[in-house]
């Protein structure tokens, strides 16, 4: 089965591989701990792959938990290499560090030839990425004579490829297409490696871009195969892919479509946090708004860029490249007033005598969508049902079931036929149930106002037009406009705009939708919006914790837990507050409270993430 998995694995059907390893892990008894480890090593690469860091660390610290360094040595040793990759995209150079080093130590008194030459490998990129292109080229020289003379014929293709990209950073396309059309001749004699395949017909696409040829890189692109798992999650693959076909359709002047691609991916980024493909993603998506005459969206990207940068510098001679490859997106830079910042941090000098007037460039303010004041119809869903006219409110509704009526009409929001409204509010059939109808009928009309409630040929439908007019305000309708703004602000990375459209949501949410009413016909809807409302808390929380406000953060996770007790994600939110805060005791408990609530209500068992994080804990103790 491991075998199996390990040429799924290569194939590229990660959650195939997944599968299985879980079947591997469940069948094995706990003595046998090589292959235990094996399956765990082969459960953290898939989640490398597909950017679930949590779940990627928690599979390889299981693997080196259960690890023998004297016994395994090379075992152990490729799980801090794998270890150190994942936190290197994840920006946390100290920790990737730490196990690339170990690795490397691991490995001196093996005969493991073929490890010590990725772990070099490994070396050479983490040089490139910081800007040490001379010491990058001389590792991965090494590596490429190494692995020729040993005829390994994927150290090569990956010592030809990081010389490739190396190359074509620093504008020396026609070594970089001789490093890359060599490494893809050898990837296909690799036999089932689609991830190296297919990362290497991206990067030898973008070198042929580059040069001028943008009918090869489209033929290259058309090459790459993502898997079913690929293309459903954006793993590393489909990153790479969906970066370098965006970057096509720029250089081809398709902005529109360019624009699309890229704001998806730059909010995919931003969430799993891999900085070096964000700023890459943030400068294309500023030069599609520049092509297109907006400068105010150029200004809004390149600060989110500037702010990126900002925490980190090792990619500052990335960006120079980036930049020479697209000289107006440099010349904007220099020119926008609002733009000093990142101007700072690249080192450039504005150019104020080509400054354009602020006001050109300035975005315009959203206003938020508030409560109203006085108005005709005022209609509250969200919590305990109300009806205010003229701001007062409805109190008098005659019969128990007029007001519930009203709210499943308004709901339908089209022409509802008795048999229908029966079915959903009087589920008692029996020979009273015609008269207490029209009575309910009666009585809302006395409510509302005769022409409120139209009646045809059997059927019933609210026209509240007539005698409102525009003057209704609807608390589901301002917190879904909310929601719908929320998600358009996110897919163009203007957080503050998200945080606002967010906050009006919760605001709004003064419980679950008509929550006193019983019947099942609300029950859809309910479950939506309180959906919505989960997913506006858990956003809020993350940007809040991005922004260094953990206090809101963990009252985000409290106020979800408030409403879910089982959301993984919330406890998880909340251990990990604790833990900055150092009440490690807390986080502790909050586990167990999860654990002991998922038994209860569902009989399972918490997920990879967080047990993951709880392992941590209790063996940091």
Known sequence: ?????????????????????????????????????????????????????????????????????????????DAHATLGNVYGLMEKPALADYHKSRSMSLRQGTNDVWGKIYDLIRLGVSQKDQGMYADAEATLMRTLAESRSLHFLGGQAYSLDNLAELYQEQGFYERALKAGEEAVALARQVKDDMYLLNGLLCDLAMTYLYMGDAVTANLLIAQVELRNSARETFGDERINYELAYSTILLYQHRYDDARANLLTLTAVLDSIGMKRELLLALIRLSACYLAQNQPGNVVLYLKQFASLLATSEPYVPLVYSELRRLPLVEQAIKTFPELSQLRTLLHLEAETQEAKDTSETRLPVTQPLTAPGARQLRILALGEPAVFIREKPVTRWRMARAMELFFFLFDCDRPVRKEQILTALWSEVDEQVDRTFHSTIYYLRKVLGESCLVSKGGSYWLDLASPYGSEIWYDVARFQESYERAKQALARNDEDGAQEAFEAMITLYRGDYVQSFYSDWCRARRDELRRNYLDARHHLAHIAWRREQYDASAEHWRQMLALDDCLEEAHYGLMRYYLHAGKRGLALRQYQRYRETLQQELGVQPGPAIQGLYQRLVTTS
């Open 1 to 77: 089965m491991l075998q199996r998995a390990r040429v799924l694995s290569r194939r590229g059907d990660y959650q195939e591989t997944q599968k299985l390893c879980q079947q591997v892990i469940a069948a094995l008894p706990e003595g046998e701990v090589k292959l235990q480890v094996a399956a765990h090593m082969r459960l953290g690469v898939c989640a490398a792959i597909l950017c679930n860091f949590p779940m990627a660390i928690s599979h390889l610290q299981k693997a080196l938990q259960l690890g023998d360094a004297e016994a395994n040595p090379g075992q152990v040793a």
